[in-house]
């Protein structure tokens, strides 16, 4: 099935808008030309509504939120929701101040998003109104383990049907959820959090992905997570002695380029539940 | 002559002011330095003015346009004119949206380009009124191939005669037209177009160009094209089996870092009507 | 001591907020994140208040200083003073324009810094009122060489007396001092300087060393700038004929990820006087 939606990305090469940070944004338009996908990024209001309407999915990234493109986040969601373009949250750092936190619950109200993307901190801020996010990285006592992992797959199951969006909860394990299936996804390596933006970048691919397959976001996003994961364990055989994150990074995105359907087809290592 | 231009760069190493968007900077700044220049970017409008003065040339590029910084691109621009300064516009995405075709429209108005450097679309857009930009990549519509080169030529001949700008069209071939004269340049790899940015560092690279031969644009855009195609060559041959469009973006830089005067001259495929 | 200092970073993995320039963010980021921290920005003022009580220290960066930051660094600023975080300013191109040298006359009025961290031509015009900036680079008359090593110590030593700040100022020797004591630091390439950002990196490293030992920020601040001349040197060495600027760049990166607290011990290379 993985294969598939893949082959879809690699065929349909989707026009992916990006709302997103001016920290990790090269990386994320590389990583959409790496998977077949073609990325393009405007920020201000009147722009990014028309730029959302000669593409075929929408990320919308918190990660440098300032006043002057929230209004552009929220009309171009909008405009997209109108278009039936699917719409990616990528909710980076709720939890961590008001104004991000206030800012992901307003567009989940008011913007209908087929995937929302975040670490356990942050998905738990929007699920819960709690979690203890740590800066943009998830706080060591929200780590998703094994002893909690039926539960987490819970609440996620629970904060889709909510929603109606498709839950990426990302960790050691990652959770992708609807209300009624769960992946479990344990592709991956911890290695991957020393590297700036592999979460954008995962939120970048997921929308690259359910605009080619819109009718199956679930599937869509877990091909896409098993990818991210898949290409992070590809470049990490790849590493000499001396290669660290900065290498690492780029190794990822190469191995994104070279990746085939078939590829991930096999490597993708989850259980459906 | 490409040998003299470039030794230029080398010797005069000069410092060029780019008014960018966030998502190809950094790749422009260290291309800048691997070609011998030295980048700055300012896009508050006042500082943007001070800058462009100690600076030899400016890049507009529109990338990510948003209303803070379109009036530091009108003055930073006017400024430049005044100074006799070199300033080269790159129009991303013109013909995909109202404000960045208008913008692009008004700088051409108010700003007197010294080069303008786009793709086929968004040149098209800018000199026909036309063209079918798909986001900031060119439409395959729009593709200059063999048996539409002539006709790309007199149009882009035609275009530099109305605006008194070198232009500069990229596409599998490359064509460098003043009102007169015509470089049509096959340096380059298709591979360039799956790295973001490779344009926009040309763009850079063409007012690095331009700053160090003001009197002599079309051979200075001819020359920095053809130092970009050869460096896209030269990276290519370097890429191993698992090396990606991440790892080519890496190469391309290191090659023009190393790229010699000679070497230029020796590579450069182009030929002139 | 660079050892405990190094450890404690790596111990610690201090959360660095960075209120900073869209040029160089990524590769600060990465920075980060390879000497054991952690980074996170923001720019929205309210936001950014907010991010920095969850920070141990705070980077103010003004490389492309804009309108809408600027209250952000100042009340960031402030708040991280009354926390008792480390704060570090990095003048990017101050002495270029008057917005920036402005800026941070104010920024050292208005705020408490426990480093300053420029060029030579950056930290003359803050610490003079002249200087003669080129750019973002220092001026080539501005240059520390043997000859003048002393009258730039002092010059230093007298202007962290003025500000209570330990001032870094950095060439090819680098000198950080206090009103007492200067580290005078012989590590690092010139080749550095071939790559944008290096300074930028730079501040962010202190700010994360700062943090992990806020208690001597004479020696953080010496020990990061003997670590990043390290990784340095460390990547020049592993340079391939083809590796240019581009690599350089991932290789320092890469240097720091690898770098253990005994090697800076061994490694830095300064003189106390």
């Not at 939120?203 to 605009?211: D, K």
């Not at 896409?224 to 990074?249: F, K, P, T, W």
Request: charged share 25%; with cysteine; hydrophobic share 45%.
């Amino acid at each position: 099935m993985f294969e598939q939606i893949f082959d879809r990305v690699r065929q349909k090469s989707p026009l992916v808008h990006n709302i997103t940070n001016y920290v990790t944004v090269n990386d994320c338009a590389n990583m959409l030309l790496a998977c077949g996908g073609s990325p393009i990024m405007a920020d201000e209001v009147e722009d990014a509504v028309e730029i959302t309407e000669i593409c075929s999915s929408l990320v919308i990234n918190i990660g440098t939120l300032n006043r002057q493109t929230i209004p552009a986040m929220f009309a171009a969601g909008k405009r997209a929701n109108e278009l039936g373009h699917p719409v990616v949250l990528d909710p980076v750092g709720a939890g961590a101040s008001r104004l991000r936190t206030d800012t992901a619950r307003k567009l989940l109200d008011e913007v209908r998003f087929a995937v929302i993307r975040g670490n356990v901190s942050e998905i738990k801020t929007l699920a819960l109104g709690s979690g203890t996010t740590k800066g943009v990285d998830a706080d060591a006592a929200d780590r998703v383990a094994e002893e909690n992992l039926d539960e987490a797959v819970l609440s996620a199951k629970e904060f889709a049907g909510r929603t109606g969006a498709v839950i990426v909860m990302t960790g050691a394990v990652d959770i992708v959820a609807d209300r009624e299936r769960a992946f479990r996804i344990r592709n991956g390596c911890s290695m991957m959090s020393s590297i700036t933006g592999t979460g954008c970048q995962l939120s970048a691919l997921v929308a690259a992905f359910a605009a080619a397959s819109p009718e199956h976001p679930l599937e869509a996003a877990a091909a896409a997570v098993c990818a991210m994961g898949l290409c992070g364990e590809i470049a990490y055989r790849r590493l000499s002695a001396l290669d660290g994150n900065s290498s690492y990074r780029n190794y990822i995105i190469d191995a994104m380029y070279h990746l085939t359907p078939e590829e991930l087809e096999k490597g993708a290592d989850y259980e459906v539940r």
